[in-house]
């Protein structure tokens, strides 16, 4: 498993964590009872704190992509579709969001951006 850890950018480095397992999940990358490394493990590996993938491991538990038997460690659940298809269209949502602000920023009007858009899905 590979993730990788971008210091300048404002997103927390758990949130970071965390995002790379979902996207990892929706690719099917990681399936269903697959071991995620230990925390102390990845800790090491990041050069990071043990409390930082902790607190990634736990939001992940907490969204249900992950569960934690003590002792055991922490595995990826059961796919839920809905929470999946949810999370990838949080993240379109967010990427048209920028789309929309860059086009107002370079003085483009919401009209020409929604033509621009309906051109892009006739594709």
């Keep these: 498993m590979k993730i990788i850890i971008n210091t300048s950018l404002m997103i927390p480095i758990y949130e970071q964590i965390a995002d790379q397992i979902k996207r990892l999940i929706r ?5 269903e009872n697959d071991s995620l490394p230990s925390v102390r493990a990845l800790s090491k590996e990041l050069k990071i704190s043990a409390l930082t993938v902790k607190k ?3 939001s992940l538990e907490s969204e249900g992509f992950t569960v934690t038997v003590h002792g055991k460690g922490t595995y990826v659940t ?3 579709m809905e929470l999946l298809l949810e999370e990838q269209k949080k993240e379109l949502e967010a990427e048209l969001e920028q789309a929309v602000q860059k086009g107002r920023s370079c003085g483009i009007s ?3 951006i929604r033509s621009l858009l309906e051109l892009i899905l006739e594709g």
């Design 27 to 31: 690719n099917g990358e990681l399936k």
């Design 56 to 58: 990634a491991y736990d």
């Design 78 to 80: 059961a796919a839920n």
């Design 110 to 112: 919401d009209e020409e």
